[in-house]
């Protein structure tokens, strides 16, 4: 087992090395010139030149890259040969020229408000997602079963812009039943965080609940046909334990998967539902960034979001372990 | 008021039944093509400490009559209806909770695939301590060691390291060893063996059909064992009921179905078990044609469509392809359900079997 996580850690990493070179030249293929973006349409070549140099463009890519990821592990300087240069600290992703700041300082004010946007949608649709997918599954082909997979084949196929947009129009203008929503932490005001982010959450989780309840359905319906399942009723055991116990356990792991891979790229920012609730998290950031044409920016949170998938791609295979012997002691 | 004292009668105790009395019992599953007629008029019964052997081709109903006495049926969604009494309780009447209460105590099963019926994620020690405190109040300490004990008893080595074990770090043989230890682990006073040794090595076969025979001994279990291997029941049957398209067609004692079976399917199982003693050139004696569609029976014998001799039944007993024939005693503690008058079916039945044993 322990070798087992070393080889997964090494080759997490060597993932991660590919994915910073695929990233970095990738974005600096675009035809967007970001020398050019410094000034309006009256720019002087000598002055767009002058930016240049100072964005550190005019070098090889080849040794822009080696800067980029020096900079992640030894910090880096910008604007070296200015009177004001700028000093950004490993881990530095970049810095961002157009809002003057560093990349990662953008992705540190942003990312609670994703985490807590995503947890709070995870925790809300595994729990609708998983319990009534049992129940649907053990009311097979009855009323209850086809009214929870019909509302699973509506909640499936509607968009999540409409569906904040419906939640936004009745709940806040039209019944006034909460404020609008305006991002604060929970530690400092609890009532507003969670008046704000309640929507938000359902939002989220309307989508992904059914994928769930569908899955979950499909799950414990296909372990109910296994043999074992037979032994435990012919055991005695009460039914609750016989679905519960032995049937969702053996039926967990592509749940455990899907869970794993939907909240890693769920944390890398859900960028139509920050948008409309106004969330400044990691998804209205990247939009403003691609809408801007902020390389460093969009190159930042491309980084870290593919780190996170990998991460919970490691996460995942660790958990199979936990869920299935036959992975662990073979 | 005759209607009520009948009921009433029926709830009680009644000294004269067997332990194991089985009436009428049948099953249906709804299914989308129609209704199966799974299990139709089943009827058996089994003295204590006896055991009864269940034969037939997949399909004939045999698992599923073993099931719906253990309850399982319902669960799957199979509709149930006749008597199952054992000692002197009622089962298909109880509530699934009554029912669930005896299964795994007072009756308990072990399955044709060792492979496959065993949770794959829990340590065998601990499934084997579930069936304990599912039933009885004892001490997870406590059960654990009569875990260890019942682990031993059925021949595991090194029982205190295997406890631990999981069910894929065990071979067949000793999983099935485990399902046996899990069944018999709370003294249940029947046991069904569905096939318990067909997805096994035929070493091990005899092994496991050895030790359930042991264990039957030392515990005073009744058995009923499920096969489609006639070889398997001489061994350990005091009664044979041989099973074709949901019905028993013919029911005896064991040395009674292999030296005087009456019904023309059983004669073709018999002659279709290869034999040592049987000369090389002679080919196996399969039973032609397929069973038939347990959606579509046959309205007259289920079996005629494959029957050889059905031409033969006279005008007077009736017509195979419309009337159905009963279960009717021939003999000593020997059924039959064929239109064959008696003498008939002796006949047919002394040259066939005299055949095979290379007189004829």
Sequence with gaps: MAGYVVRRVVSMTLLLFLLTLTVFFLFNMMPADPARLTCGKACSPAIIEANRHHLELDIPPIEQYQRFVGGIFFGRTFSKDTPRPIECEAPCLGYSFLRNTEVLTLIARAAPVTFWLAIGGFLTWMLIGLSLGIVSALTRGRWVDRTIMGIALVGYSLPSFFIGLVLIFFVILDWNLLPFPQWTTPDKDLGRFLQTMILPWITIATLYAAFYMRLTRNQVLEVFGEDYIRTARAKGLP????????????????IVTAAGLDLAGLLGGAIITENIYSLPGLGSLSIGAVLASD???IT??????????????????????????????? | MIGVEEVEGRAQHSPERPFLSVENLAVQFKTEDGIVQAVDGVSFSL???????????????????????????????????????????????????????LRGAEMAMIFQDPMSSLHPFYRIGDQIVEAIMAHRKVGKGAARKEALEMLKHVGIPAAERRIDAFPHQLSGGMRQRVMIAMALINSPQLLIADEPTTALDVTVQAQILELIRR??????????MITHDLGVVADVADDVAVMYAARIVEQAPTSETYYH????????????????????QDRLD????????????????????????????????????????????????????????????????????????GEG
């Design chain 2, 215 to 224: 264990l039957q001994g030392e515990f005073g279990t009744t058995v009923i």
């Design chain 2, 286 to 357: 399969p039973i032609p044609g397929n069973p038939p569609s347990p959606i579509h029976l046959p309205p007259g014998c289920v079996f005629q469509p494959r029957c050889k001799y059905w031409e033969q039944v006279p005008e007077s007993a009736g017509h195979c392809k419309t009337d159905r024939p009963e279960l009717l005693a021939s003999g000593a503690g020997h059924s039959v359900r064929c239109l064959l008058p008696t003498d008939a079916r002796r006949q047919i039945s002394q040259e066939v079997l005299q055949s095979l044993r």
């Design chain 1, 295 to 297: 390389l460093p920016v």
């Design chain 2, 261 to 280: 079976a009456q019904m023309p399917y059983t004669l073709g199982l018999l002659a279709s078990i290869p034999r040592m003693d049987r000369g090389q």
């Design chain 1, 239 to 254: 039914e609750r334990v016989v679905v519960l116990k032995h049937a969702l356990r053996a039926g967990l792991t592509p």
């Design chain 2, 47 to 101: 003295e204590r400490g006896k055991t009864l052997a269940i034969v037939g081709e997949s399909g004939s109903g045999k698992s599923v009559t073993a099931q719906a006495v253990m309850g399982l049926v319902k669960a799957m969604g199979g509709i149930v209806s006749g008597e199952i009494w054992l000692d002197g309780q009622e089962l298909n009447g109880l509530s699934p909770a009554e029912v669930q209460a």
């Design chain 1, 300 to 330: 930042g949170i491309t980084l870290v979001t593919a780190s996170l998938i990998i991460f919970a791609n490691l996460v995942v295979d660790l958990l199979y372990a936990v869920v299935d012997p036959r992975v662990r002691v073979g």
